[in-house]
Protein backbone atom coordinates (compact mmCIF):
# COMPACT_ATOMS: atom_id res chain seq x y z
CA UNK A 1 0.00 0.00 0.00
CA UNK A 2 1.44 3.45 -0.63
CA UNK A 3 2.68 6.17 2.09
CA UNK A 4 1.19 9.41 2.52
CA UNK A 5 3.73 11.33 0.23
CA UNK A 6 3.18 8.57 -2.80
CA UNK A 7 -0.70 9.06 -1.92
CA UNK A 8 -0.48 12.89 -1.96
CA UNK A 9 2.12 12.98 -5.19
CA UNK A 10 -0.89 10.91 -6.79
CA UNK A 11 -3.63 13.10 -5.88
CA UNK A 12 -1.94 16.58 -7.43
CA UNK A 13 -1.16 14.88 -10.43
CA UNK A 14 -2.13 18.14 -12.66
CA UNK A 15 -3.59 15.42 -15.42
CA UNK A 16 -7.17 14.65 -14.02
CA UNK A 17 -7.59 11.28 -13.79
CA UNK A 18 -10.35 10.59 -11.73
CA UNK A 19 -9.92 8.87 -8.61
CA UNK A 20 -8.97 5.37 -9.68
CA UNK A 21 -5.79 5.20 -8.20
CA UNK A 22 -6.65 5.74 -4.50
CA UNK A 23 -10.05 3.76 -4.60
CA UNK A 24 -9.26 1.93 -1.34
CA UNK A 25 -9.00 4.89 0.23
CA UNK A 26 -11.87 6.65 -0.81
CA UNK A 27 -14.83 7.70 1.20
CA UNK A 28 -17.95 6.55 0.62
CA UNK A 29 -21.02 7.97 2.22
CA UNK A 30 -23.29 4.84 2.08
CA UNK A 31 -21.20 2.68 4.73
CA UNK A 32 -20.91 4.10 7.33
CA UNK A 33 -17.96 1.56 8.58
CA UNK A 34 -15.75 2.14 5.66
CA UNK A 35 -12.79 2.91 7.44
CA UNK A 36 -13.39 0.78 9.78
CA UNK A 37 -14.11 -2.13 7.64
CA UNK A 38 -10.78 -2.24 5.87
CA UNK A 39 -9.01 -3.13 8.29
CA UNK A 40 -7.21 -6.38 9.24
CA UNK A 41 -9.99 -9.02 10.06
CA UNK A 42 -7.80 -9.86 13.36
CA UNK A 43 -8.80 -6.29 14.73
CA UNK A 44 -12.60 -6.71 14.19
CA UNK A 45 -12.31 -10.17 16.20
CA UNK A 46 -11.54 -8.03 19.75
CA UNK A 47 -14.09 -8.53 22.68
CA UNK A 48 -14.92 -5.32 22.21
CA UNK A 49 -15.92 -5.43 18.98
CA UNK A 50 -15.04 -1.90 18.10
CA UNK A 51 -15.29 -2.13 14.70
CA UNK A 52 -19.56 -2.18 15.38
CA UNK A 53 -19.26 1.29 16.85
CA UNK A 54 -20.23 3.96 14.26
CA UNK A 55 -17.58 6.96 13.77
CA UNK A 56 -19.32 10.11 14.90
CA UNK A 57 -21.05 11.68 11.94
CA UNK A 58 -19.39 14.99 12.36
CA UNK A 59 -15.97 12.99 11.48
CA UNK A 60 -17.31 11.16 8.62
CA UNK A 61 -18.66 14.33 7.22
CA UNK A 62 -16.21 16.56 7.91
CA UNK A 63 -13.36 14.07 6.01
CA UNK A 64 -15.76 13.76 3.08
CA UNK A 65 -15.99 17.47 2.78
CA UNK A 66 -11.73 17.62 3.25
CA UNK A 67 -11.96 15.27 0.50
CA UNK A 68 -14.13 17.58 -1.70
CA UNK A 69 -12.20 20.84 -0.80
CA UNK A 70 -8.97 19.60 -1.77
CA UNK A 71 -10.69 18.41 -4.91
CA UNK A 72 -11.58 21.65 -6.18
CA UNK A 73 -15.25 21.52 -5.86
CA UNK A 74 -16.16 24.22 -4.02
CA UNK A 75 -15.18 26.54 -1.04
CA UNK A 76 -14.50 25.39 2.46
CA UNK A 77 -17.62 27.30 3.22
CA UNK A 78 -19.97 26.78 0.82
CA UNK A 79 -19.30 22.40 1.33
CA UNK A 80 -19.79 23.27 4.54
CA UNK A 81 -23.01 25.02 4.78
CA UNK A 82 -24.53 22.32 2.08
CA UNK A 83 -24.01 19.84 4.09
CA UNK A 84 -27.02 18.03 6.11
CA UNK A 85 -25.41 18.17 9.61
CA UNK A 86 -27.27 19.72 12.36
CA UNK A 87 -23.86 21.70 13.46
CA UNK A 88 -22.75 23.21 10.44
CA UNK A 89 -20.98 25.91 12.80
CA UNK A 90 -18.45 23.30 15.16
CA UNK A 91 -17.87 21.40 11.31
CA UNK A 92 -16.64 24.83 10.01
CA UNK A 93 -14.32 25.20 13.02
CA UNK A 94 -12.85 21.74 12.99
CA UNK A 95 -12.45 21.92 8.91
CA UNK A 96 -10.41 25.30 8.99
CA UNK A 97 -8.36 23.92 11.77
CA UNK A 98 -7.46 21.02 9.70
CA UNK A 99 -6.78 23.62 6.73
CA UNK A 100 -5.31 25.60 8.19
CA UNK A 101 -2.53 23.39 10.23
CA UNK A 102 -2.55 21.11 6.56
CA UNK A 103 0.80 20.98 6.75
CA UNK A 104 1.97 20.33 10.22
CA UNK A 105 -1.10 17.34 9.95
CA UNK A 106 0.39 16.03 7.10
CA UNK A 107 4.33 16.11 7.91
CA UNK A 108 3.34 14.40 11.67
CA UNK A 109 1.06 12.04 9.60
CA UNK A 110 3.79 11.05 7.77
CA UNK A 111 6.53 10.89 10.04
CA UNK A 112 4.31 8.32 12.94
CA UNK A 113 3.68 5.81 9.31
CA UNK A 114 -0.32 5.22 10.79
CA UNK A 115 -0.69 5.34 7.00
CA UNK A 116 1.32 2.52 6.09
CA UNK A 117 1.00 0.43 9.06
CA UNK A 118 -2.31 1.20 8.78
CA UNK A 119 -2.95 0.75 5.41
CA UNK A 120 -7.14 1.01 5.26
CA UNK A 121 -7.21 4.14 7.41
CA UNK A 122 -9.24 6.80 5.19
CA UNK A 123 -6.20 9.77 5.07
CA UNK A 124 -8.92 12.46 5.06
CA UNK A 125 -10.57 11.40 8.49
CA UNK A 126 -7.02 10.78 9.55
CA UNK A 127 -6.15 14.48 8.85
CA UNK A 128 -9.66 15.36 10.49
CA UNK A 129 -8.88 13.21 13.76
CA UNK A 130 -5.73 14.92 13.87
CA UNK A 131 -7.01 18.18 13.77
CA UNK A 132 -9.53 17.19 16.69
CA UNK A 133 -6.69 15.96 18.95
CA UNK A 134 -4.56 19.00 18.29
CA UNK A 135 -7.16 20.87 19.24
CA UNK A 136 -8.40 19.43 22.64
CA UNK A 137 -5.49 17.27 23.70
CA UNK A 138 -6.79 13.93 23.39
CA UNK A 139 -9.63 12.06 21.04
CA UNK A 140 -12.74 10.56 23.00
CA UNK A 141 -14.66 7.92 21.45
CA UNK A 142 -14.09 4.31 20.97
CA UNK A 143 -14.77 3.76 17.10
CA UNK A 144 -12.08 1.78 15.28
CA UNK A 145 -10.15 5.08 13.60
CA UNK A 146 -9.78 6.38 16.85
CA UNK A 147 -9.00 3.64 19.05
CA UNK A 148 -6.19 3.26 16.09
CA UNK A 149 -5.23 6.82 16.29
CA UNK A 150 -4.58 6.94 19.81
CA UNK A 151 -2.22 4.51 19.82
CA UNK A 152 0.11 7.45 17.78
CA UNK A 153 -1.29 10.40 20.20
CA UNK A 154 2.31 11.18 21.58
CA UNK A 155 4.10 10.88 18.36
CA UNK A 156 1.44 13.04 16.56
CA UNK A 157 1.22 15.59 19.66
CA UNK A 158 5.28 16.16 20.12
CA UNK A 159 5.42 16.52 16.22
CA UNK A 160 2.87 19.39 16.69
CA UNK A 161 4.68 21.16 19.30
CA UNK A 162 8.30 20.77 17.63
CA UNK A 163 7.11 22.48 14.38
CA UNK A 164 3.93 24.60 15.21
CA UNK A 165 6.09 27.46 15.76
CA UNK A 166 7.59 27.45 12.50
CA UNK A 167 4.88 27.75 10.64
CA UNK A 168 4.27 31.36 9.49
CA UNK A 169 2.10 33.69 11.55
CA UNK A 170 -2.06 33.78 10.00
CA UNK A 171 -2.24 36.74 8.03
CA UNK A 172 -5.56 38.09 8.97
CA UNK A 173 -8.68 37.62 6.27
CA UNK A 174 -10.84 40.33 5.43
CA UNK A 175 -14.07 38.78 4.69
CA UNK A 176 -15.54 39.04 0.77
CA UNK A 177 -18.68 40.59 0.54
CA UNK A 178 -21.52 37.83 0.01
CA UNK A 179 -22.25 37.54 -4.10
CA UNK A 180 -25.75 36.19 -5.11
CA UNK A 181 -26.21 35.25 -9.01
CA UNK A 182 -29.45 35.54 -10.49
CA UNK A 183 -30.30 32.28 -11.94
CA UNK A 184 -32.82 33.34 -14.93
CA UNK A 185 -33.64 30.13 -15.82
CA UNK A 186 -35.86 29.83 -13.05
CA UNK A 187 -36.89 33.19 -12.10
CA UNK A 188 -36.65 37.09 -13.24
CA UNK A 189 -34.21 39.55 -10.94
CA UNK A 190 -37.89 41.05 -10.22
CA UNK A 191 -39.13 38.06 -8.93
CA UNK A 192 -35.87 37.86 -7.04
CA UNK A 193 -35.95 41.47 -5.86
CA UNK A 194 -39.40 41.26 -4.61
CA UNK A 195 -38.74 38.09 -2.70
CA UNK A 196 -35.86 40.04 -1.01
CA UNK A 197 -37.87 43.05 -0.34
CA UNK A 198 -40.69 40.48 1.69
CA UNK A 199 -38.18 39.51 3.67
CA UNK A 200 -36.90 42.30 4.99
CA UNK A 201 -34.12 43.29 2.47
CA UNK A 202 -33.56 46.82 1.02
CA UNK A 203 -31.64 47.36 -2.49
CA UNK A 204 -29.51 50.26 -2.72
CA UNK A 205 -29.31 51.71 -5.88
CA UNK A 206 -27.55 53.68 -7.36
CA UNK A 207 -26.50 55.33 -11.03
CA UNK A 208 -23.27 53.85 -12.44
CA UNK A 209 -23.12 56.76 -14.64
CA UNK A 210 -22.29 59.10 -11.56
CA UNK A 211 -20.50 56.28 -9.67
CA UNK A 212 -17.22 55.62 -9.99
CA UNK A 213 -15.57 51.97 -9.70
CA UNK A 214 -13.76 53.46 -6.77
CA UNK A 215 -17.00 54.99 -5.28
CA UNK A 216 -18.60 51.59 -5.63
CA UNK A 217 -16.18 49.80 -3.78
CA UNK A 218 -16.42 51.52 -0.56
CA UNK A 219 -20.21 51.35 -1.07
CA UNK A 220 -19.18 47.40 -0.91
CA UNK A 221 -16.85 47.93 1.88
CA UNK A 222 -19.30 49.47 3.97
CA UNK A 223 -22.36 47.27 3.48
CA UNK A 224 -23.98 46.26 6.88
CA UNK A 225 -27.54 45.24 7.92
CA UNK A 226 -29.95 44.49 5.39
CA UNK A 227 -29.03 46.30 2.71
CA UNK A 228 -27.74 45.17 -0.53
CA UNK A 229 -27.51 46.18 -3.90
CA UNK A 230 -26.43 45.25 -7.74
CA UNK A 231 -22.79 44.43 -8.77
CA UNK A 232 -21.00 47.30 -10.78
CA UNK A 233 -19.93 45.42 -13.86
CA UNK A 234 -22.61 42.59 -13.34
CA UNK A 235 -26.49 43.41 -13.67
CA UNK A 236 -27.99 39.70 -12.54
CA UNK A 237 -25.04 39.57 -9.48
CA UNK A 238 -26.30 41.07 -6.24
CA UNK A 239 -23.88 41.92 -3.11
CA UNK A 240 -24.46 41.31 0.52
CA UNK A 241 -22.63 41.98 3.87
CA UNK A 242 -20.14 39.31 4.28
CA UNK A 243 -21.48 35.78 5.39
CA UNK A 244 -24.91 36.86 4.96
CA UNK A 245 -26.79 33.12 5.04
CA UNK A 246 -28.54 31.72 2.51
CA UNK A 247 -28.78 28.24 3.17
CA UNK A 248 -32.11 28.17 4.59
CA UNK A 249 -33.61 30.73 1.83
CA UNK A 250 -36.19 29.71 -0.24
CA UNK A 251 -34.49 31.56 -3.36
CA UNK A 252 -31.57 29.51 -2.53
CA UNK A 253 -33.48 25.88 -2.08
CA UNK A 254 -35.56 26.87 -5.48
CA UNK A 255 -32.39 27.30 -7.03
CA UNK A 256 -33.35 30.81 -8.45
CA UNK A 257 -30.37 32.10 -6.61
CA UNK A 258 -26.58 30.54 -6.92
CA UNK A 259 -23.81 31.80 -4.10
CA UNK A 260 -21.12 32.57 -6.44
CA UNK A 261 -18.07 34.69 -6.17
CA UNK A 262 -17.88 37.10 -8.32
CA UNK A 263 -14.80 36.42 -9.81
CA UNK A 264 -16.05 33.27 -10.82
CA UNK A 265 -18.63 34.81 -13.40
CA UNK A 266 -16.20 37.30 -15.24
CA UNK A 267 -14.66 34.38 -17.81
CA UNK A 268 -19.23 33.98 -18.87
CA UNK A 269 -19.42 37.91 -18.45
CA UNK A 270 -16.51 38.79 -20.41
CA UNK A 271 -17.40 36.06 -22.85
CA UNK A 272 -19.95 38.00 -24.30
CA UNK A 273 -22.41 34.90 -25.35
CA UNK A 274 -25.45 35.12 -26.88
CA UNK A 275 -28.57 33.02 -27.21
CA UNK A 276 -28.42 30.51 -29.96
CA UNK A 277 -24.30 29.62 -29.76
CA UNK A 278 -22.76 26.18 -29.33
CA UNK A 279 -20.11 26.10 -26.35
CA UNK A 280 -17.68 23.82 -25.33
CA UNK A 281 -16.74 24.01 -21.54
CA UNK A 282 -14.13 21.84 -21.50
CA UNK A 283 -13.24 21.53 -17.63
CA UNK A 284 -16.84 21.98 -16.19
CA UNK A 285 -17.23 20.66 -13.09
CA UNK A 286 -18.71 21.37 -10.40
CA UNK A 287 -21.10 23.42 -12.94
CA UNK A 288 -21.28 26.85 -11.25
CA UNK A 289 -19.99 28.46 -14.31
CA UNK A 290 -21.67 25.83 -16.91
CA UNK A 291 -25.44 26.63 -15.38
CA UNK A 292 -24.15 30.34 -15.82
CA UNK A 293 -23.22 29.60 -19.65
CA UNK A 294 -27.20 28.37 -19.70
CA UNK A 295 -28.72 31.21 -18.45
CA UNK A 296 -26.45 33.68 -20.48
CA UNK A 297 -27.81 32.18 -23.64
CA UNK A 298 -31.16 31.61 -22.37
CA UNK A 299 -30.78 27.91 -22.81
CA UNK A 300 -30.87 28.56 -26.55
CA UNK A 301 -27.87 26.65 -28.59
CA UNK A 302 -25.85 23.89 -27.16
CA UNK A 303 -23.21 23.54 -23.96
CA UNK A 304 -21.28 20.54 -24.10
CA UNK A 305 -19.61 19.94 -20.70
CA UNK A 306 -16.97 17.85 -20.09
CA UNK A 307 -15.18 16.36 -16.64
CA UNK A 308 -12.97 13.38 -16.47
CA UNK A 309 -13.20 12.13 -12.54
CA UNK A 310 -16.36 10.29 -11.77
CA UNK A 311 -17.08 12.10 -8.41
CA UNK A 312 -17.18 15.56 -9.68
CA UNK A 313 -19.30 14.29 -12.83
CA UNK A 314 -21.74 13.49 -10.51
CA UNK A 315 -21.83 16.83 -9.01
CA UNK A 316 -21.72 18.39 -12.47
CA UNK A 317 -24.92 16.07 -13.99
CA UNK A 318 -27.16 17.11 -10.29
CA UNK A 319 -25.96 21.06 -10.30
CA UNK A 320 -26.82 21.40 -14.02
CA UNK A 321 -30.10 19.45 -13.83
CA UNK A 322 -30.88 21.25 -10.54
CA UNK A 323 -30.66 24.73 -11.93
CA UNK A 324 -32.66 24.08 -15.26
CA UNK A 325 -30.17 23.97 -17.84
CA UNK A 326 -31.76 22.20 -20.15
CA UNK A 327 -29.39 23.04 -23.38
CA UNK A 328 -26.51 21.59 -21.33
CA UNK A 329 -25.47 18.20 -22.63
CA UNK A 330 -22.09 16.26 -20.12
CA UNK A 331 -19.31 14.07 -20.88
CA UNK A 332 -17.29 11.56 -18.63
CA UNK A 333 -14.14 12.37 -21.19
CA UNK A 334 -10.80 14.35 -21.17
CA UNK A 335 -11.07 17.77 -23.47
CA UNK A 336 -7.89 16.67 -25.06
CA UNK A 337 -8.97 13.39 -26.19
CA UNK A 338 -11.82 15.39 -28.31
CA UNK A 339 -11.17 15.46 -31.68
CA UNK A 340 -11.55 19.50 -33.25
CA UNK A 341 -13.38 17.78 -36.41
CA UNK A 342 -16.29 16.17 -34.75
CA UNK A 343 -16.86 19.62 -33.35
CA UNK A 344 -17.72 22.37 -36.68
CA UNK A 345 -19.98 24.22 -35.21
CA UNK A 346 -18.46 24.99 -31.94
CA UNK A 347 -18.45 28.76 -31.30
CA UNK A 348 -17.14 29.38 -27.77
CA UNK A 349 -15.07 26.68 -25.74
CA UNK A 350 -14.30 27.80 -21.84
CA UNK A 351 -11.60 26.61 -19.54
CA UNK A 352 -10.89 26.66 -16.24
CA UNK A 353 -8.58 23.95 -16.04
CA UNK A 354 -6.35 22.61 -13.07
CA UNK A 355 -4.39 24.70 -11.27
CA UNK A 356 -2.85 25.45 -7.50
CA UNK A 357 -5.72 27.40 -6.08
CA UNK A 358 -3.48 29.84 -5.35
CA UNK A 359 -5.83 33.07 -5.84
CA UNK A 360 -8.58 31.58 -3.52
CA UNK A 361 -6.86 29.63 -0.68
CA UNK A 362 -7.24 25.82 -1.49
CA UNK A 363 -3.38 24.97 -1.26
CA UNK A 364 -2.15 27.05 1.97
CA UNK A 365 0.67 25.25 2.00
CA UNK A 366 3.78 26.45 0.02
CA UNK A 367 3.73 25.01 -3.47
CA UNK A 368 6.56 23.51 -4.66
CA UNK A 369 8.06 24.64 -7.94
CA UNK A 370 7.38 21.27 -9.85
CA UNK A 371 3.77 21.12 -8.95
CA UNK A 372 3.75 24.68 -11.03
CA UNK A 373 5.49 23.54 -13.76
CA UNK A 374 3.43 20.48 -14.15
CA UNK A 375 0.45 22.81 -13.96
CA UNK A 376 1.58 24.99 -16.37
CA UNK A 377 2.47 22.58 -19.17
CA UNK A 378 -1.05 20.96 -18.54
CA UNK A 379 -2.38 24.15 -18.79
CA UNK A 380 -0.74 24.99 -22.00
CA UNK A 381 -1.37 21.90 -23.70
CA UNK A 382 -5.34 22.21 -22.57
CA UNK A 383 -5.48 25.57 -24.24
CA UNK A 384 -3.70 24.71 -27.39
CA UNK A 385 -5.83 22.17 -27.99
CA UNK A 386 -9.19 24.38 -27.65
CA UNK A 387 -7.23 27.20 -30.58
CA UNK A 388 -7.40 23.99 -32.67
CA UNK A 389 -10.70 23.17 -32.98
CA UNK A 390 -11.28 25.03 -37.04
CA UNK A 391 -14.73 26.58 -35.92
CA UNK A 392 -13.98 28.23 -32.90
CA UNK A 393 -14.63 32.21 -32.75
CA UNK A 394 -13.43 33.07 -29.15
CA UNK A 395 -11.70 30.64 -26.51
CA UNK A 396 -11.83 31.90 -23.19
CA UNK A 397 -9.35 30.80 -20.69
CA UNK A 398 -9.42 31.30 -16.65
CA UNK A 399 -7.77 30.00 -13.48
CA UNK A 400 -8.36 30.49 -10.27
CA UNK A 401 -4.28 30.79 -9.53
CA UNK A 402 -2.53 34.14 -9.10
CA UNK A 403 1.24 32.89 -10.68
CA UNK A 404 2.50 33.93 -13.87
CA UNK A 405 3.56 30.57 -14.63
CA UNK A 406 0.13 30.03 -14.73
CA UNK A 407 -1.94 32.82 -16.28
CA UNK A 408 0.59 34.83 -18.84
CA UNK A 409 3.27 32.38 -19.52
CA UNK A 410 0.17 29.90 -20.84
CA UNK A 411 -1.20 32.46 -22.79
CA UNK A 412 2.81 33.47 -24.44
CA UNK A 413 2.84 30.15 -25.45
CA UNK A 414 -0.50 29.77 -27.06
CA UNK A 415 -0.05 32.96 -28.61
CA UNK A 416 3.24 32.16 -30.04
CA UNK A 417 2.05 29.47 -31.51
CA UNK A 418 -1.60 30.59 -32.98
CA UNK A 419 -0.64 34.94 -33.37
CA UNK A 420 -1.95 34.18 -37.28
CA UNK A 421 -5.35 33.02 -36.06
CA UNK A 422 -5.95 34.32 -32.85
CA UNK A 423 -5.65 37.75 -30.98
CA UNK A 424 -6.04 38.89 -27.32
CA UNK A 425 -9.88 40.88 -27.01
CA UNK A 426 -9.57 44.20 -25.58
CA UNK A 427 -11.57 43.22 -22.48
CA UNK A 428 -11.25 46.22 -19.89
CA UNK A 429 -13.87 47.32 -21.85
CA UNK A 430 -16.43 45.38 -20.22
CA UNK A 431 -14.76 46.62 -17.32
CA UNK A 432 -14.87 49.93 -16.79
CA UNK A 433 -12.84 51.50 -13.31
CA UNK A 434 -10.78 48.13 -13.44
CA UNK A 435 -7.06 48.42 -12.00
CA UNK A 436 -5.79 45.23 -11.91
CA UNK A 437 -4.44 43.17 -15.58
CA UNK A 438 -1.20 41.05 -16.37
CA UNK A 439 1.94 41.42 -15.71
CA UNK A 440 3.55 44.44 -17.23
CA UNK A 441 6.52 42.32 -18.48
CA UNK A 442 4.08 41.17 -21.11
CA UNK A 443 2.94 43.11 -24.29
CA UNK A 444 -0.36 41.83 -23.87
CA UNK A 445 -1.21 42.75 -20.14
CA UNK A 446 -3.60 45.07 -20.72
CA UNK A 447 -5.95 42.71 -22.64
CA UNK A 448 -6.04 40.36 -19.98
CA UNK A 449 -7.76 40.84 -16.49
CA UNK A 450 -6.35 39.81 -12.70
CA UNK A 451 -8.61 40.11 -9.53
CA UNK A 452 -6.86 41.41 -6.89
CA UNK A 453 -8.73 40.18 -3.64
CA UNK A 454 -7.71 43.39 -1.85
CA UNK A 455 -8.81 45.64 -4.18
CA UNK A 456 -11.91 44.33 -6.01
CA UNK A 457 -13.35 42.32 -2.93
CA UNK A 458 -13.29 39.22 -4.26
CA UNK A 459 -10.85 35.96 -4.80
CA UNK A 460 -7.90 35.85 -6.76
CA UNK A 461 -8.95 35.13 -10.54
CA UNK A 462 -6.92 35.15 -14.08
CA UNK A 463 -9.21 35.73 -17.25
CA UNK A 464 -7.54 35.81 -20.99
CA UNK A 465 -10.42 36.08 -23.92
CA UNK A 466 -8.53 34.68 -27.52
CA UNK A 467 -10.91 35.56 -30.16
CA UNK A 468 -10.43 34.19 -34.04
CA UNK A 469 -8.75 37.60 -36.39
CA UNK A 470 -11.10 37.99 -39.12
CA UNK A 471 -10.04 38.05 -42.77
CA UNK A 472 -8.41 41.38 -43.58
CA UNK A 473 -9.12 43.48 -46.63
CA UNK A 474 -6.73 46.42 -45.96
CA UNK A 475 -3.66 46.73 -47.79
CA UNK A 476 -0.81 45.77 -45.99
CA UNK A 477 -2.21 42.23 -45.34
CA UNK A 478 -2.86 42.08 -49.35
CA UNK A 479 -0.26 40.00 -51.43
CA UNK A 480 2.51 42.85 -52.86
CA UNK A 481 0.93 42.88 -56.27
CA UNK A 482 -2.76 43.37 -54.59
CA UNK A 483 -1.85 46.02 -52.01
CA UNK A 484 -0.46 47.93 -55.14
CA UNK A 485 -3.48 48.19 -57.41
CA UNK A 486 -4.95 48.60 -53.99
CA UNK A 487 -2.80 51.76 -53.15
CA UNK A 488 -3.14 52.83 -56.91
CA UNK A 489 -6.99 52.55 -57.39
CA UNK A 490 -6.85 54.88 -53.66
CA UNK A 491 -4.37 57.32 -55.33
CA UNK A 492 -6.43 57.80 -58.36
CA UNK A 493 -9.79 58.60 -56.64
CA UNK A 494 -8.16 60.85 -53.84
CA UNK A 495 -6.72 62.79 -57.26
CA UNK A 496 -10.31 62.89 -58.52
CA UNK A 497 -11.59 63.91 -55.75
CA UNK A 498 -8.63 66.73 -55.71
CA UNK A 499 -9.48 67.99 -59.04
CA UNK A 500 -12.53 68.21 -58.34
CA UNK A 501 -12.79 70.57 -55.28
CA UNK A 502 -9.54 72.50 -56.95
CA UNK A 503 -12.12 72.58 -60.16
CA UNK A 504 -15.09 74.33 -57.61
CA UNK A 505 -12.66 76.29 -55.94
CA UNK A 506 -11.35 78.14 -58.81
CA UNK A 507 -15.07 78.65 -60.26
CA UNK A 508 -15.75 80.15 -57.00
CA UNK A 509 -13.49 82.71 -57.11
CA UNK A 510 -14.39 83.87 -60.71
CA UNK A 511 -18.06 84.40 -59.83
CA UNK A 512 -17.33 86.73 -56.90
CA UNK A 513 -17.30 89.98 -57.92
CA UNK A 514 -14.38 92.51 -58.28
CA UNK A 515 -14.58 94.81 -55.26
Given at each position: MMGWREWERQRIDPVPRGIKNIKVMEFKEEDDNYEINQLPMEDKMTDKKPHSIPVPRLYKLSSKILRRYENKEGTLKNLVYSANHPHRNSMMALLSKTVDQGSVIKSALADSKILEKEPGFNPYLAQVLTA????????????K????????????????RKNAKKMPPKKKK?????????????????DVHNQLAEKGWILYSYKKESVTYDDYLDLVENLEGSTYMEDYHIPELLVFPP??????????????????????????????????????????????????????????????????????????????QQRGATCVSTLLEDFTKLNPDQYPDVRCIFLDPTCTGSGVGFHQDKISEQRVRNLASFQSMVLKHALSFPSVKKVIYSTCSVMVEENEEVVKKALDMYQHQFKLADIKKRLPGWKNFGCEDYSFSKKVCKTNPDVDKCQGFFVAKFVRKEKSTCSEDMPDSSAQKEGEK?????????????????????EQPSS
Open positions: ELLTKGCLQGDCPIIVLRKYEDELLEHYVPFPRYVRINTLVATADNTPFWNSELYKENAIVLMDKASCLPVFLASIKPGYNIIDGCAAPGNKTSYMAATINNTGSITALDNNPERFKTLNKLVRKKQFNEISDTFSSKKKKSKK
